[in-house]
């Protein structure tokens, strides 16, 4: 992981912290977690901690959510984003090798 992306993935906001910024009952966010939307780090007392990433994650799924889309269709669609960036990171990972490549 790059050193710029990192602060994105620590995980410090709580549950009630979360949920009062998106405006999300404590519930939904955990059904989310039972579906496998998303995943919060837990500490070593089993308390929800999530990321930046994390509270992106449940923005994308409020929007798909309320555009109409049922909690399956989310499924896919989260899925599907989660392969498109990361078949993005492997192709620019492969564009720097061949570049190297040739300049080697």
Do not use: W
């Not at 799924?61 to 399956?72: K, P, Q, R, S």
């Amino acid at each position: 992981m790059k050193r710029t992306e990192q602060p994105k993935q620590v995980p410090c906001f709580s549950m009630s912290v979360v949920a009062r910024l998106l405006h999300i009952h404590p519930q939904t966010i955990r059904h989310y977690e039972r579906l496998g939307l998303l995943a919060p780090f837990r500490t070593a007392g089993n308390v929800r901690l999530f990321s930046e990433g994390d509270i992106r994650r449940l923005r994308q799924i409020n929007e798909l959510t309320e555009m109409g889309v049922n909690l399956a269709g989310v499924e896919i669609i989260v899925r599907l984003v989660q392969r498109i960036e990361q078949m993005q990171r492997d192709a620019s990972v492969l564009r720097q090798e061949v570049d190297h490549h040739f300049r080697s």
